[in-house]
């Protein structure tokens, strides 16, 4: 099975290990990688932030370099969604509406491919310890991927995982919120973290990367012992 990559921002600036997980993993359950060279950002941070016609140039981009992949896999429920809402953002134009719409019906966040394309739950991943898991909302609530993630976590074996209390509850990440809001954010994820430590987990477990620098940032600097991961290093642990 042929799977591009489409490895986003943070994963190629901050979180290098997590794309190498992510190519690691797929390729033992039996995947192809392709990596273009030519993505750049998927335009959300820009269409978030009200410029639409700026971010639509960064669409159409992305559009070009991933229309012709097989399957179109990201380590991120985010950035997935940003795919998804391509169509509807080109809705009406007679060039580019049905381009996105190829795409998106071709794009998959990481766990969703394994669970629903790969029918695949046990990737033989362990891990020792006690976990829980923090679902990210652009990924539960927009891209509508909820169990998968669970479903691949409770087959990693010697990893405990314990439901996280207000699991529903954003982080306080939120994209541009964090920067614009920052006091309120701060609130946020300091409650985030209060759930975290409710439960004693060794391992706070997560499938966006920008939720797991705004709650990781934060563990940081309080010097609580908690590692942050992200599900692809998890899954490819051994």
Known sequence: MNVTLFVTCLVDL???NVGKATVELLERLGCTIHFP???TCCGQPAYNSGYVKEAKEAMKHMIRTFEHAEY???PSGSCATMFKEYPHIFKGD???EERAKRVA???YELTQFIVDVLQVEDVGARLKGKATYHTS???T???GVKDAPLALLQHVKDLEVVPLPNAHNCCGFGGTFSVKMGPISEQMVDEKIQCIEQVEADYLIGADCGCLMN???RIERKGKPIRVMHIAEVLNSR
């Open 215 to 217: 709650i990781g940032g």
């Open 137 to 139: 909302c652009h990924m």
């Open 37 to 39: 060279e030519a993505q």
């Open 105 to 107: 019906d071709k794009t």
């Open 14 to 16: 901050f979180h290098v």
């Open 72 to 74: 179109i896999v990201t």
């Open 141 to 143: 609530r927009l891209l």
């Open 94 to 96: 007679g060039e580019w």
